[in-house]
């Protein structure tokens, strides 16, 4: 009588590419892969692939940007780095694959092996055109990379119906039976509040002040302009507090850095803190701020709002993209209506209608503390019960158990 296989041998084997994985971690995509792999090693054979120095991790394998001249596009180093990351896929069963930056991997691997590819959108490249300031000729080659992927895909994941509407409506030819909603989670045994202190302290914030905490990267999609120009219209005690992670091109931080100078010069208590935060910096200022704000003109989801959330702090954002998928307007903060250009630039039709529409929000929950309060605890609930990611990576495992027939 033949043997039947041990539960370890059928796991199926998924190699999950990746640009960013810890410690090298600098946005929501990134953070997605992190914790979403947390649940799938119990789930499958999991082996991570990405960017960066080696790493000491069991089953992560680093791959560096290989030499170039230095006059080269980074596009080019980007693709570099897929070759050999999609070399070593040999075996897998699968391949799943995160923004444009491992895409190529993805789709190289699913040719070379005959194996499914599933790729998770966290944006879409045409609706990052100022992503051109950044990357020049190499946008093309980012929006070629991203289409031929989505296009040929076994699967896609979008991680809001928002993010499904617009892949949908970017790439027509993709099979809308093939698109599939999967929410980003949050681990709320980690995003919780924190009363300490310590971060307010170093940072030079006053306890006794509101505050209004914006945190992102520097760049056209996450609304820090929009932001800065709401702010002259807020009310004089509340703080500014900006945590700000790195700007996409040089354009992008002389604008905002003429910006937060220009405001500094009418009102007191602007702060602006550069880099990416440790986790309990970032859980002490969430927890304190009176008010977290998401400015986003394109957001497919906002992991940032569930962290806000989650530390039990109420929420004003944009009500584009994902986000009145994860903010409920009027229970766990306010969304703000916005007209936007279709160019996909999704720049404010009416630029200042925004930004007093945008500054009257803040305003109302500073001036309404015990709203906010109990927008913070309805959060806080949310998050806990409807965005953990034991459910993502289940129903992620279940797309890829569709795929393979098992």
């Not at 596009?75 to 491992?102: E, Q």
């Not at 250009?341 to 200042?352: L, N, V």
Request: with cysteine; net charge negative.
């Amino acid at each position: 009588m033949n043997a039947q296989p041990s539960a370890e041998s059928s796991r199926i084997r998924v190699d999950l590419l990746t640009k960013e994985f810890p410690p090298d971690v600098y946005g929501g995509a990134g953070v997605h892969a992190a914790e979403l792999s947390k649940v799938l090693r119990g789930l499958v054979d999991l082996q991570v692939r990405c960017f960066g120095e080696p790493r000491t991790e069991q089953g992560v394998t680093a791959y560096q940007e290989p030499w170039l001249p230095d006059d080269a596009n980074p596009a080019l180093r980007t693709l570099g780095v897929n070759v050999p990351m999609a070399a070593d896929c040999a075996g897998a069963d699968l391949v799943h694959s995160h923004t444009w930056y491992a895409n190529a991997a993805g789709g190289l691997a699913q040719t070379l092996y005959g194996v499914p590819h599933v790729v998770t959108t966290h944006s879409l490249e045409p609706l990052r055109p100022w992503k051109a300031e950044q990357l020049g000729g190499g946008y093309a080659l980012s929006s070629l990379v991203e289409r031929t992927a989505l296009e040929h895909a076994d699967a896609l994941v979008a991680v809001s119906r928002g993010m499904r509407e617009d892949i949908l409506r970017a790439y027509p030819g993709v099979d809308p039976e093939r698109v599939h909603v999967v929410h980003n989670g949050i681990d709320t045994t980690v995003q919780r509040p924190d009363r300490g202190t310590a971060a307010l302290e170093r940072y030079g914030i006053d306890p006794d002040r509101p505050i209004v905490l914006f945190v992102g990267r520097v760049t056209r999609q996450k609304g820090l302009p929009q932001l800065l120009r709401a702010a002259f219209r807020l009310t004089p005690e509340a703080q500014l507090v900006l945590c700000c992670g790195q700007p996409d091109t040089a354009e992008i931080a002389a604008e905002t850095a003429a910006l937060v100078e220009e405001l500094s010069r009418v009102r007191s208590g602007v702060v602006r803190i550069d880099g990416m935060l440790d986790q309990v910096s970032l859980r002490q200022l969430l927890t304190h701020a009176d008010v977290f704000v998401c400015p986003s003109l394109y957001e497919p989801m906002g992991i940032v709002n569930l962290e806000a959330m989650a530390c039990e702090t109420a929420v004003v954002a944009t009500a584009t993209g994902g986000i009145p998928e994860v903010v409920a307007d009027g229970e766990t903060g306010i969304l703000v209506p916005v007209e936007q250009e279709q160019d996909g630039t999704g720049t404010p039709r009416d630029p200042k209608r925004f930004a007093d529409d945008f500054a009257a929000a803040v305003n109302r929950l500073l001036a309404e503390p015990e709203l906010a309060r109990t927008m913070g605890k309805a959060g806080r609930a949310r998050a806990e019960e409807q965005f953990g990611w034991e459910q993502a990576a289940r129903r992620v495992r279940e797309i890829y158990r569709g795929l393979l027939g098992h």
